[in-house]
């Protein structure tokens, strides 16, 4: 019974009792936890771009590709490498890549809002892993995916060096 029912109880044990006085009747109950009727693994599952601890994949419009990490939400990362302002191989790239910049503009005009940007941009990463907070891991497996997959804007930036057999 929900908390606050014992008067509910005790209104049920005065009328059992009004009706059939011979009749003994024990009442008794116990708190059940709510994992025995919904299963504990039925919690909101967090989109792939505001978990944290990412590696992450950036293909542009044009085919080229790179592969980063962040510690912090994959969306905040993101937003980073959409300004102009912060200097890395995304960002010089998507300022630079025609194609890029022409589909841009024909999905959203002259003059897209920064909300459309941020989506439009969004569209070309995607998470290769998630959940990786431990600042080595991480680094290593990003150094795995970048030998692996040989992306053309990581040839600048220097990654571990890692040897697959």
């Known amino acids: 019974l929900p908390i606050g029912s014992q008067d509910f109880l005790g209104q049920i044990i005065n009328l059992v009792k009004k009706f059939t006085p011979e ?14 009727f919904y299963s504990p693994r039925l919690k909101l599952s967090i989109p792939e771009f505001e978990k944290t601890g990412s590696v992450y994949e950036f293909v542009c419009k044009c085919k080229i590709n790179y592969i980063g990490e962040t510690q912090r939400r994959l969306t905040t990362r993101i937003s980073e490498h959409n300004q102009r302002s912060n200097i890395g191989a995304i960002s010089d790239h998507i300022y630079s890549c025609q194609t890029y910049i022409d589909l841009l503009k024909e999905t959203h005009g002259d003059k897209p809002s920064p909300t459309n940007k941020i989506k439009f941009i969004t569209d070309c990463f995607k998470p290769i892993a998630t959940n990786l907070h431990s600042y080595n891991f991480r680094k290593d497996y990003e150094a795995i995916a970048i030998s692996l997959f040989k992306p053309p804007l990581n040839e600048q930036i220097k990654h571990r060096s890692v040897h697959i057999i």
């Open 23 to 36: 009749y003994k009747l024990n009442i008794c109950w116990k708190s059940e936890k709510l994992s025995k």
